[in-house]
Structures are given as C-alpha cells and as structure tokens.
C-alpha cells in the first residue's frame, strides 16, 4: 500500500500548506479515504456493508450495501401535497427495516421524548422487521445526552446497531458520531421526524415520506404501506443517472417483505382516487 | 421547675425556644459522623426529649443530656491501639473530637450497652468512664438506680423503698421484685450486667463488605480522590473475590474536615466485582463530590452484593440472545448510561399478555429477564395491525363522519384537517372486565365494560393513522348523536 503523507503536498508557500485539501485533487482525497474505510474494517472484522434487501438500491450504494461502519441519517419528508406529515411513520418503518437488516446483537435505541405529545416506538409493530428483545431504549432529556450515549453505544463490542431520534442537527455531534461508527464498525442512525439542513458527514442521507397505499379495486381499504423514497446522498456509492434517485416501495406486512412498486403500477395519487370515486 | 419560677429566682434569666426538630438533626448529623468508628452507630432510643413517646421517656433522660447515641465498637478498637489502650484511646478521640466542634459529651465503654449508658450519664470520676471487661457488676453497684432506663412511677416507688443504688438491688430476691413492679427492672439490671442481650439496632444497616482509609492530611483535590477510590476498590475487590460475591451497588462516602459527610453511589444491573469497571462508574460520580475543605476519611462499602455468578458468563446464553447474556459488555454499556441518564431511561421493553394496545409493552429494567425470542412476533401475529409509534395518551380529535358507524371521512387533529381517503376497521377492543377500574372498583354485574373501536385510516397525503371511537354512538341533549374520537398512534 502507498503511503502517502502529508508532507508529500506542502508547498513552500505558506498560505497554501494550510490549504491542504483545496490542494490535493478530490480523486485522489477519495482514494486515501478508501484505503483507510478498507483498513478500519478489516480490523474490525466485520461485514463491510450489509444490502438494503432491494437491488435497485444496492446497486448504487458502496459494498453493495449500507456500510456498517458509517452514519446515515434518515430523515420524514413531505408528502405529495408538500406538506410534511405530522409523524415520521414512514421514515420509522424504513429505519426499522434498515435495524432489521444489523444483526446480530443489542440494538440501542436513544430518543428524546417530546413532551406531552410523545409518540413512543410500539414494539409489537416493530417485530415485524426485528426482534424487539434485543433492543436497549434509552431516554435522554437533552440533545448532549443523547449524542453522548449513542458515542458509548458505538464504542461497545455488542451493540449491532445505533439509532438516535433526534431534530437536533448538530455538525461537530455528527462527525464525531461518523468517527466512531467508522473506527469501531458499528452502524449509527439519525432519525429525524423533520428535514434538517445537509450538515452532518454522513456517509448516506435517506428522506422518506409516506405514499398513498394501494387499495384492492373497489374498496377503501388501507393497503400495503407505501413509502417514496429518495436517496439525497451516497457519499462513497455510485454515481446514479438521476441527481437524487427515488423509489416508491411497498411493504407487505404480511410476507414482511420491501419491494419497489413497479413503474407500471405507478399513478399519482389523485389520479387514483378519481378513479375510485368513479369506480 | 416551671419557666416562670425560674425566671423569679433570676430575672434576666435567658431564655431560647425549645427545637426538637434541629436537635434531631443534630444528633442524625452526630451519628453519620461517629460512622467514622463504627458501622454499627444507633440513637439512643430512650433519650428523654428524643423519644417519640415521651411516656417512653427514661427517668434519667434529664440527666447530663437528652440524647444519646449508641455505639457498637466491637473489633473496631484495635485500630486506635491494642487492647485496653486502644479503647481508651477511641473514647479520647471520640470526646476531643467533639469538643472541638464546641459540642460537649461525656462517653463511656462497657461490655453492654446498658452499663455504658449508666456509666455515661452518672459516673462520678473520669476513670470509671472506661470499665474493664466484665467489670460492669462492679462498676454500677455504686450508681443511683436512675442509671437503670426505667419509667419514671417505678423510679419513685424505688426511691421510696430505700433502693438508691443499683448494687441495693443485687441481693434483693427476683420473684418478689417481678411481682412488685414487672419484669422490665430486672431485665433492665440483667441487660446492663450482660445476663440478657441487648441488640443494638443501627440507625444504617451496616454493610458486610467496607473498606476505609484515612489520611494523616486532609485531601481535597480530585485526582487524589480519585486514586484513593481506585486503591479503596481494590481492597473491596479482594473481598468480593474470597467471599464469592459481586457488587450490586456501592458507595463511597468522604468524611470531611468539618465532620460533615458527603456520599455518593453506584448501582449495577449484575453482580460486579471488576475492578476496572467499577472505577469507570465510579468516574462518572466523583465529579459531584464536594471534599470541602479536606478529606479526611474515605469509607466504601457495598450495600447490596450478590452471589456472583461470574463463570457462567461465558456461556452464550442459547434461549436469549441479546442483552441477557451480558458477555458482549451491553450490561456494563446499561450501567453507564444509567449512571448518567437515570435507571429509568434505560430499559428494555417486556410484553404483556393483555388486548389493551397501552398495556401490551413495558418498559423493564435491564436487569430484568428479557422477552424470549419470538414473543413479540407471536404477540403481534394474534392481533390487528398495530401503528409503529404509540401516543403516550390517546389525544381527542374532532371527525365529520356520515353514517355513525361508519370511520370518519374528515378528522382534525392540532389544527390541521385530515382528510381520509382509505379506512379499515373497526376493530373493538373492550376493556379487561377481570381488572379493577382506575378507582379501584369492579364494574357491576352485567353492565358491559367499555369498549373502543379501532379503525387504521389514511388520509390524502398518504399519512397512515390509528384512531379510536371511544364507546358507541350516544343521542346528545339536542338530539345529535355524538361519540368521543381519539388518534392513539401512527402507523407506518
């Protein structure tokens, strides 16, 4: 393996010395950042990534897969109307299937309650994508709390993965939460039940909203869970044809299984509910 | 005598209103301190004006001062000195000490608590203070019978019957003095001779496992603090090692300068004796000391231990793969989270085999025996679709639905419309007739508990809710059939 220091790019002007990365093509940044992401894990010796479950997915993401050793965030986004809902059901029930796919091993939830309308995680729901006896809740009445305990929950050999429901948006929590989930191999999640500006380092940025389920033909019944999904970052993936992809996928409760919806079957939600009232 | 005649005798007599209340804390403060001696301190609960009852109250409560405290400094005087010395040189600490609080107390040590006490309150000359092993007979013969703890009636009658002193009662006959006046003398007399036990009751529970080390200076910076604790530790440690036990919760407590005493603890989900970790908890809490203006004493000790269990740790443990098996260090993480955050923020969620969506998931503390494997999955399978996050409480939400029993078409919930476009329901839940009401009553025979129905709705924008009519529809004094809605949670 090359090694390349930092002093191999010093400058005898000054100035620029301070300047490293303005000074070293982005390529190349990119490449020593693989080298050292491919180091780390090999010491850690786990699984580098682990797959979404979905291949259109996979196919963009670094490793084939979410890498464990990374942040991503996920965060509720509008609806089809622009609004964002007032909960974050869709972007839960994706994050719980994201846990579902770490394993295995305790996984430590950490959330801020929210006051007198809190909504707190319903275990029997969440069975549906994991086991909920292996998961550690932990309550934390302030944003330096919360952050701290998912660092302690990063740096412990049996924790399978790390989520923190959080508005905060905090860039240096961030990073230090990327640096941990990175030196240790373990998995760190953000949730936000509300878009927050691009700040934080993470290495994929998930925004989520709930999509209108599809009934069976005259009836008005709630359908498979829908949920339009948009991919707003991939730090170390491929490059895709759109600048941000998106998928509508379902999920079936009862075979408990994400598939992407089928263009075909696609129609906006109107449209579809038109239809009905004709029907 | 009475205030007024006092104040006849001397006019510019000053006076100052009586507080029992600070005297108690006094004394409470006194005992913390004398911990420093012995675990094993209690307060004299026949100390006149300390007694709850003051029917209770000792005759001799009045004498040389109300209150009393009680130590047992059985194996604790060998280290002021061996033997004899040794004794005498605790008493003298125990009194200079004191004094130099300004707070001015007379000690006495004997083989029982009884003696002690006569000797305390009615010894004429400063050497008697100190009585020899089983000298005690000896000792007392020449004090006055209020040296017995008796009620005041009995007192009197002795005083009338000529029986000053306690060795007036040595050779008297014992079944005519019971029948005279009860058992409670004689016991009294065999209590202080050591013919009957006396136990002791300490005001602490005194802990089976306590190591303490003083300083010849007064400590006060942290880092010093924090080797102390770490060498204190490894004595315990060593303990827990020979006797096979691990700690459940620990405390240190600083014994500072100016007699107060700051303590602080640690609690842990499993039996622990692991030096390292331990001291890692302990890191989190010595921050919150306050040494003052110097320690001068340390003393850790471990309230709660438990039978350790240490080599089957290493054992996977097949039936509960997660947090249970504690071998991946997620209980030492749970114990450094609760430190920080409070037990009760860190939990793990336990089912409950109950149809009220509420009251199916519980939060339990980590040391508690996890779900099996599977259970919830099986829970679940057996009821409806559940939402994926629950409101704490139900909140109330206004609906426009046509038909009664029909779910809502439009419901408003924090000033936002919902409109829905897709229902499924209703699923009735009923109340658990077998459990009392919230007042504790059971519902009366017959009259059906109330039910809800539960409907998942959609609305417009793809939102996926769970909402509850609460009872069926009922006619309103207009005529208007009305019912309560509520949104209980959020579905994915």
């Known amino acids: 393996m090359p090694v390349i220091s930092p002093s191999a790019f010093a400058s005898p002007d000054p100035r620029a010395a301070n300047d490293l990365a303005a000074l070293v093509p982005a390529a190349l940044r990119e490449k020593v950042r693989r080298l050292e992401r491919a180091n780390s894990i090999q010491r850690s010796g786990k699984a580098a990534a682990v797959p979404v479950g979905i291949p259109a997915i996979d196919v963009l993401l670094p490793e084939g897969g979410l890498l464990t050793g990374a942040l991503h965030e996920i965060e509720a986004g509008p609806g089809p109307s622009g609004r964002v809902a007032p909960h974050d059901g869709a972007a839960l029930g994706f994050t719980a299937h994201l846990l579902g796919r770490f394993g295995p091993g305790t996984i430590l939830w950490c959330r801020r309650p929210t006051g007198r309308f809190d909504a707190a995680p319903y275990a029997p729901a969440l069975s549906a994508w994991f086991d909920p006896a292996r998961l550690l809740m932990v309550t934390a009445q302030r944003d330096e709390d919360l952050f701290w305990a998912m660092e302690e929950g990063l740096r412990c050999p049996g924790i399978a993965a790390v989520l923190g429901e959080t508005r905060a948006a905090d860039p240096t929590a961030g990073r230090r939460l990327s640096l941990a989930a990175e030196k240790n191999g373990v998995p760190a999640l953000l949730l936000r039940a509300q878009p927050a500006p691009p700040q934080s380092v993470c290495a994929t940025r998930w925004r989520v909203a709930s999509a209108a389920s599809a009934s069976m033909p005259g009836l008005t019944d709630v359908g498979a869970a829908r949920w339009r999904l948009e991919l707003r970052r991939n730090r170390f993936g491929t490059p895709s044809a759109a600048e941000t992809p998106s998928w509508l996928l379902e999920w079936n409760d009862e075979t408990h299984c994400l598939a992407v919806v089928p263009q075909a079957l696609h129609g906006s939600p109107s449209a579809r509910f038109q239809e009905r009232l004709v029907g | ?492």
């Not at chain 2, 009194?95 to 009884?114: E, H, I, K, N």
């Not at chain 2, 989900?269 to 921050?287: A, Y």
């Not at chain 2, 309560?484 to 959020?490: D, E, T, V, Y």
Request: hydrophobic share 40%; charged share 25%.
């Open chain 2, 1 to 492: 005598m009475r205030l007024a005649d006092a104040r006849a005798l001397l006019p510019d007599l000053v006076t100052e209103a009586g507080e029992p209340q600070a005297d108690c804390r006094l004394i409470e403060t006194i005992a913390g301190w004398c911990d420093r001696y012995t675990p094993w301190v209690a307060i004299d609960p026949l100390g006149g004006a300390l007694a709850e009852d003051i029917e209770t109250a000792c005759s001799a409560g009045g004498f040389g001062g109300d209150a009393g405290l009680l130590l047992d400094v059985t194996g604790c005087t060998h280290l002021f000195g061996e033997g004899e010395s040794g004794e005498r040189a605790l008493l003298a600490d125990l009194v200079m000490r004191l004094a130099r609080r300004d707070l001015s107390c007379r000690a006495a040590m004997a083989d029982t608590a009884g003696a002690a006490w006569a000797l305390a309150r009615f010894a004429e000359r400063q050497a008697d203070l100190h009585c020899p092993a089983r000298g005690q007979r000896d000792a007392l013969a020449s004090l006055p019978v209020e040296g017995l703890r008796l009620d005041p009636p009995t007192m009197e009658t002795f005083l009338k019957l000529g029986l000053r002193r306690i060795g007036d009662l040595y050779p008297m006959p014992r079944a005519p003095l019971v029948r005279r006046f009860g058992e409670l003398p004689l016991n009294r007399l065999d209590q202080a001779l050591g013919a009957l036990a006396e136990p002791i009751e300490p005001r602490r529970i005194p802990p089976a496992f306590r190591t303490r080390l003083a300083f010849a200076e007064p400590i006060g910076r942290a880092e010093d603090i924090a080797a102390a604790t770490s060498r204190l530790l490894a004595a315990l440690c060593h303990q827990f090692e020979q006797a096979g036990v691990g700690a459940r919760r620990l405390e240190i407590a600083l014994y500072r300068v100016d007699g107060s005493v700051d303590r602080t603890s640690i609690g842990t989900s499993r039996p622990n004796r692991d030096n390292p970790k331990l001291m890692k908890l302990f890191e989190e809490r010595l921050d919150e000391l306050d040494p003052g203006f110097g320690v001068e004493l340390m003393i850790l000790s471990a309230p709660e231990v438990e039978a350790w269990s240490g080599t089957q740790d290493a054992l996977p443990d097949q039936e509960s793969p997660g947090i249970a098996s504690g071998v991946d260090g997620t209980i030492d993480l749970a114990d450094r989270l609760a430190l920080r955050l409070g037990a009760g923020n860190v939990v793990r969620l336990l089912t409950r085999d109950s149809h009220l969506p509420e009251r199916v998931q519980i939060a339990a503390p980590v040391s508690s025996k996890p779900a099996a494997t599977g259970a919830w999955r099986r829970a679940a399978d057996l009821k409806g679709a559940r939402p994926t996050r629950l409101l704490q409480r139900p909140e109330p939400v206004e609906v426009t639905a046509f038909v009664p029993d029909d779910p809502p078409s439009v419901f408003r919930w924090r000033r936002h419309a919902h409109r829905i476009v897709r229902a499924d329901g209703p699923e009735r839940i009923a109340n658990e007739w077998w459990r009392p009401r919230s007042d504790g009553t059971h519902p009366p025979a017959g009259i059906l508990p109330p039910v809800r129905d539960y409907y998942r709705v959609e609305d417009d924008d793809g939102g996926r809710f769970w909402l509850f009519r609460d009872g069926p529809y009922q006619l309103a004094a207009n005529g208007q059939p009305t019912a309560r809605w509520f949104l209980h949670g959020f579905c994915a």
